[in-house]
C-alpha cells in the first residue's frame, strides 16, 4: 500500500510499503532520477520471502512532493529519518542504490544509525561521486557541469544519455521506455539540485562512522559510479564486505536481480 508521511511543512513524501505485518524490514532508497518503482523486480520477490518491503520516493521525484529547495544530503538523510520515526522501524537492513546510497551513507552517520542494524549500499555515489584535487576517482567535475546544463536546455535527451549508460544486460525498446520515464516524473529543478549536491558534497567522513554489518554490491561495468568507489567504500567502513557483481552495471539490482535477490535477502536474514 501507499501512503504520505510530512517530513516538512508543506512536503509529503510518498512511501510504497508491502508486506507491513513481517518483521524482517527492508527500506529501499532509490537513485538519482528514478523512484521507488527502480526495485519493481525486487518488490516482486522478497514480500514472497518474508519480507516487509518499503520504498521512499526522495522528494522531488516519483510521488513525493516537488519543492524548491532541500536537496543537499542534510535535508535527504532528514527526511529518511521522519519516514523511519512515522512508521516506527527498527532493526531494519537500509539499502541504498546510488544517490540514494550517497542518502544512506548520510543517515547512518547524521543520525547515528537510528533504527537500521544492516546497510546495504548498491552502486554507491561515495564518497565522492566526482574527481577532486586529492580524489583522482569518479566522474569529471566538466561532465557533471554538462549534465546540469542539459537538464535545463534538454532534459529528455539528458535522461535518455544517462539511461544508455545505466544497464550492462541488454534491455528492450519498451523496458527503457519505462526507464526514461520514470525519469520524466522527477522535477526538472530537483534533477538539477542532485546534480549540484553531487559537486558540493564528499562523504569521507560518514563512511568512517558507519558500524552496522555493510554489504556493497558493486558492478564492475558500472559507467556511472566506477567500482572504484565500491573498493574505497570497503576500506573506510570496518565493518562491510564488497560483493563484485560481473555481469552488471549500474544497476545490479536488474542486470543480475536473481544473484541481488538472493544475496540481498540473505544478508537480510542475517545468513551471510
Not at 504520505?4 to 511543512?9: A, G, I, M, R
Not at 520515526?85 to 542518502?103: E, N, Q, R, Y
Request: proline share 4%; net charge negative.
Amino acid at each position: 500500500m501507499g501512503y504520505y508521511v510530512t517530513v516538512q511543512d508543506n512536503v509529503n513524501i510518498y512511501v510504497e510499503d508491502l508486506n507491513p505485518d513481517c518483521k524482517d524490514t527492508i527500506l529501499f532508497l532509490h537513485g538519482w532520477p528514478g523512484s521507488h518503482k527502480l526495485f519493481e523486480y525486487q518488490f516482486n520477490v522478497l514480500p514472497c520471502m518474508g519480507f516487509r518491503c518499503i520504498g521512499i520516493d526522495t522528494r522531488g521525484f516519483g510521488d513525493s512532493d516537488k519543492p524548491f529547495c532541500g536537496y543537499d544530503y542534510d535535508r535527504l538523510a532528514d527526511d529518511v529519518k521522519c519516514v523511519i520515526d512515522a512508521l516506527g522501524l527498527k532493526d531494519i537492513t537500509l539499502v541504498g542504490h546510488s544517490t540514494g546510497g550517497s542518502i544512506a551513507v548520510r543517515y547512518m552517520a547524521r543520525h547515528k544509525q537510528h533504527g537500521v542494524s544492516r546497510l546495504v549500499l548498491a552502486a554507491a555515489a561515495a564518497p565522492s561521486l566526482i574527481k577532486r584535487p586529492d580524489f583522482p576517482y569518479g566522474a569529471d567535475k566538466e561532465t557533471i557541469l554538462n549534465m546540469i546544463q542539459e537538464t535545463y536546455e534538454d532534459r529528455p535527451n539528458m535522461l535518455n544519455s544517462f539511461g544508455n549508460l545505466f544497464f550492462f544486460k541488454l534491455i528492450t525498446y519498451p523496458f527503457s521506455q519505462w526507464f526514461f520515464q520514470l525519469g520524466l516524473q522527477a522535477a526538472g529543478w530537483a534533477t538539477a539540485a542532485i546534480e549540484k549536491t553531487w559537486i558540493e558534497e564528499v562523504l569521507f567522513q560518514d563512511l568512517n562512522e558507519i558500524t552496522v554489518p555493510t554489504l556493497i554490491i558493486h558492478g564492475i561495468h558500472d559507467k556511472v559510479v566506477p567500482f572504484e568507489l565500491g573498493e574505497i567504500q570497503n576500506q573506510y567502513i570496518k565493518s562491510s564486505t564488497l560483493l563484485p557483481f560481473e555481469f552488471s552495471g549500474h544497476a545490479s539490482f536488474y542486470d543480475q536481480m536473481d544473484e541481488f535477490n538472493k544475496v540481498l535477502a540473505d544478508f537480510a536474514k542475517g545468513n551471510c
